[in-house]
């Protein structure tokens, strides 16, 4: 009996130990050598991030343009205008200056035509007059202020922007800031406008208004 339960316990023993090692080497086996086919995945991926023109929030749809404007920050960051994904005029392209900053774009097929910059602190503003006048019914105007786009405009100025479609010509003044999109023959006034007042109690930085960012889509114009 001695012997018998001996070797039984010897038996199970061996089970025991073997068993273990079994189980052991399959699960190791399992977690370094087992692999999902690909069509399972780990799981799912997100969608790479959609390019859009001028880093709008949005894409366009078919038959409009995509702009961004930005104002200046005070006088140390200038602005910036992007029409179509095609950077016009920054600071990176060394063509803006302090005052207002136009660019000029046919409204058909998107071609940049003219961009300029005047200095309505200290510059002449018959120029400006001169470049707004000479505006064709076709072409979009951007427009983006830098530092101080008020001091030298006057009625006439004012009037000519207005018949652009501007809601905020007639009040810009000393170190505001604004960014507009228009046109020659509008109907009515332009939805793509912005304005912020040089107003010490709520200006942003020391003696100017935050910069101002309008970005949208506006309608191809189709002769």
Not at 25 to 49: C, D, H, M, Q, V
Not at 168 to 183: E, I, M, T
Request: hydrophobic share 40%; with cysteine; charged share 20%.
């Amino acid at each position: 009996m001695r012997v018998s339960g001996l070797l039984r316990f010897l038996s199970l023993t061996f089970f025991l130990i073997t068993l273990w090692i079994f189980s052991h080497s399959y699960t190791s086996f399992s977690l370094k050598n087992i692999r999902l086919p690909r069509w399972l995945g780990s799981g799912s991926k997100e969608s790479p991030a959609v390019k859009t023109k001028c880093d709008l929030s949005k894409p366009c749809p078919a038959n409009f343009f995509a702009f961004k404007i930005c104002s200046g920050a005070a006088n140390v960051v200038g602005p910036s205008i992007c029409f179509e994904d095609n950077m016009i005029m920054s600071s990176v392209k060394n063509n803006v200056g302090r005052g207002l900053n136009i660019a000029l774009v046919n409204g058909s097929t998107g071609m940049v035509l003219k961009k300029e910059y005047f200095d309505m602190y200290s510059g002449d503003p018959t120029s400006l007059v001169k470049f707004l006048k000479a505006i064709l019914e076709d072409e979009l105007v951007l427009v983006a202020s830098y530092d101080d786009p008020g001091t030298k405009m006057n009625d006439e100025i004012r009037k000519l922007f207005s018949n652009l479609g501007s809601s905020y010509a007639n009040q810009l003044g000393f170190r505001d800031s604004w960014v507009f999109l228009g046109a020659r023959g509008i109907k009515s006034k332009s939805p793509f406008e912005q304005y912020l007042k040089n107003n010490p109690n709520t200006n942003k930085y020391e003696g100017w208004p935050e910069l101002l960012e309008l970005e949208g889509c506006v309608p191809r114009k189709v002769f």
